[in-house]
């Protein structure tokens, strides 16, 4: 079974420009999370969404992150502008049912210069 | 909101020693927890899981963990090392309460295994 897809695996681009990763979740699982992980300070819930409706974005840094998930086959989380503190691995994972175990993709490695 | 508090954020261990990280949570009523695996540029894999029922939970790769009610406990063991265990391991409790946080995970900071030849 395919697994969580993200893409692009490493994306490198300059300060000020508009970041966009792309996960595609386990199909039939209903919830949906984006992480941030970093050296300093580990990992990070930043948004996660039940049935494609955003249930808990607390985590989301400030107004240049957005994340959106059309329909229950992909989301994606924006960062616009980018700034070198954004640099970060990020990932998607999706679970099946409230407290099912959350099945991670292998990362965006954003790099921003 | 659960908190979990891994100890020690690096282990070194001899392979084929026994391996023992640790992991408290705080909960006011028994949640589910987990630990997960990750290895070098990938995202996290799931080693074994303890929802309900018998507290000694068995996972992948030699793993298992056990589950402590009095002390807010999941210390996860393997009794032999293996080089292949080097890895970063991640304890995780579920939020079990009803409301906006319903289905999230709490992570801890993460131990890093060193397997030593």
């Known amino acids: 079974d395919a697994g969580v897809i993200q893409s692009p695996r490493h994306e490198v681009t300059e300060m000020g420009q508009e970041v966009t990763l792309r996960c595609k979740p386990i199909s039939g699982h209903d919830y949906l999370f984006w992480y941030r992980q970093t050296m300093m300070r580990g990992l990070e819930l930043l948004i996660y969404f039940n049935n494609n409706v955003p249930i808990d974005d607390s985590g989301m840094p400030e107004d240049r992150f957005s994340a959106k998930m059309p329909n229950a086959s992909f989301s994606t989380l924006k960062i616009q502008p980018s700034e070198p503190r954004d640099s970060a691995v990020y990932f998607c994972?999706?679970?099946?049912?409230?407290?099912?175990?959350?099945?991670f993709g292998d990362g965006t490695r954003l790099s921003i210069l | 909101a659960q908190s979990v508090t891994q100890l020690g954020s690096h282990v070194s261990v001899s392979e084929g020693a026994l391996v023992l990280l640790r992991c408290n949570y705080s909960s006011s009523v028994p949640p589910y927890l987990f630990w997960y695996v990750q290895y070098p540029n990938q995202g996290l894999q799931l080693l074994l899981k303890?929802?309900?029922?018998?507290?000694l939970v068995k996972g992948i790769n030699g793993f298992e963990a056990e589950f402590k009610k009095s002390e807010t406990s999941f210390h996860l063991t393997k009794p032999s090392a293996h080089m292949s265990d080097a890895a970063e391991y991640f304890c995780?409790?579920?939020?079990?309460?009803?409301?906006?946080?319903?289905?999230?995970?709490?992570f801890g900071r993460g131990t890093q295994l060193t397997v030593w030849p």
């Open positions: 994972a999706s679970s099946f049912r409230v407290r099912q175990p959350q099945h």
């Open positions: 995780a409790v579920s939020d079990l309460n009803r409301g906006s946080t319903l289905g999230r995970l709490y």
């Open positions: 303890y929802t309900t029922g018998a507290t």
